[in-house]
């Protein structure tokens, strides 16, 4: 079907089908592009990995900045994407008056098993086009960390980031904005299985 | 790369609409699961419409109803608004459902910018709810598809007919149309 002419949602109308209850508990949804998406079933090793970020980045961090965890961030009038981890500006309120958007994010962590095709085509330019410094995807599936960073646009409208490292599960990293804080990977990732 | 999306269901969509998030003057339909924009009023597609409504009135007389781009409800995720759909007679004129498809007896798309969504999406669409006889009138090219056998894969049968020739629906077999009289008089 021609995308073009599917109705796109903005984010006011997809709020008020959350209001209307018209998604389910399980319903694990977010807004891209105006269409609602499912989000991929919930592995272990997925899980697994995200216990530990939690916990080391919450080290890490401390009150440095606000640390969300599959919560919203409004990129656009019709993108409201639920990342694994975005890490915000503390705000006084906590976002009781609204999301995080794009300015507030200083960068967004996926942890990708099944998800990973979609967090490398579809995520990867919906962050770039927000101006989202710096990304980083856990690709449980090559065993291995991506980050991106340096946001850039062509002049046919595509959206990418210049930089791509490749830093491997035994590693550590040094955490964009806060460079004296390293998180080591070999604390988060999960064994490989094979 | 195919997104997962999350199909709105008929009960979904009639949601939307009571809650004021779809404009009722907003021209959409619901196809298998997405809400799509229908294309705009043009008056070439407006006059074909009101061509075939004449001919099929004509011939059919009061035998059956006919609905013009009013919702038929295919199954629990689709709810298309053809241009024309010959439906059975029904005591409340549907006043407590929309018909499904077992209720029709043909459905009539008159494309004009919307060919190739008439012919492949919108006909998948119909044959899969087992609607017997669909037919697009092609007012560019001056042809008529005729598009029957339906299956879960599609039509199994398509016949393109020309301006000089004749059709009648199966369901009416003596109400013989001629195509050219459904397509405007050549200047």
């Known amino acids: 079907m021609v995308l073009a002419t599917v109705k796109r949602f903005t984010t006011a109308e997809y709020h008020q089908l959350t209001a209307l209850a018209f998604f389910q508990e399980d319903d694990r949804v977010e807004l891209i592009d105006g269409q609602i998406v499912e989000m991929a079933a919930k592995g272990t090793a997925h899980e697994t990995c995200n216990r530990r970020l939690m916990r080391e980045l919450l080290k890490l961090l401390g009150d440095r900045a606000t640390l969300q965890n599959q919560s919203p961030i409004v990129l656009s009038n019709q993108s409201e994407p639920e990342p694994d981890f975005a890490i915000v500006q503390n705000r006084a309120d906590d976002y009781l008056s609204g999301h995080p958007t794009a300015a507030d994010v200083i960068w967004v962590i996926e942890v990708a098993d099944s998800s990973l095709g979609y967090d490398q085509a579809v995520k990867l330019p919906l962050y770039a086009q927000a101006g989202i410094a710096d990304y980083w995807i856990f690709n449980l599936v090559e065993g291995r960390i991506e980050t991106y960073s340096e946001p850039y646009q062509t002049a046919e409208g595509q959206f990418g980031y210049r930089v791509t490292r490749i830093v491997l599960p035994n590693e550590a990293i040094a955490l964009p904005r806060f460079a004296d804080s390293t998180l080591d990977l070999v604390k988060v990732f999960p064994p490989q299985t094979h | ?171 009416f077999p003596d109400c013989a149309i001629a195509v050219r009289e459904m397509l405007s008089s050549v200047q």
């Open chain 2, 1 to 171: 790369m195919v997104l997962e999306l999350r199909l709105l269901t008929v009960q979904d969509y009639h949601r939307l609409t009571e809650a004021g998030i779809l404009d009722a003057e907003e021209r959409v339909e619901l196809i298998a699961g997405q809400i799509v924009r229908m294309a705009a009023k043009e008056t070439a597609h407006s006059a074909a419409v009101t061509r075939v409504e004449l001919l099929l009135r004509n011939c059919l007389g009061h035998q059956l109803l006919l609905r013009l781009q009013d919702p038929i409800q295919l199954d629990n995720y689709s709810e298309p608004e053809p241009d024309i759909a010959v439906v059975k007679l029904e005591p409340r004129y549907y006043e407590d459902h929309h018909p499904k498809p077992s209720d029709v007896y043909l459905v009539i798309e008159v494309a004009d910018t919307t060919l190739q969504r008439d012919l492949k999406t919108k006909a998948l669409l119909y044959a899969q709810s087992g609607i017997a006889d669909y037919w697009v009138l092609n007012i560019n090219d001056r042809q008529l598809h005729v598009l029957r056998s339906p299956s879960s894969s599609g039509y199994q049968q398509e016949l393109i007919l020309a301006e000089a020739m004749t059709v009648a629906p199966i369901a």
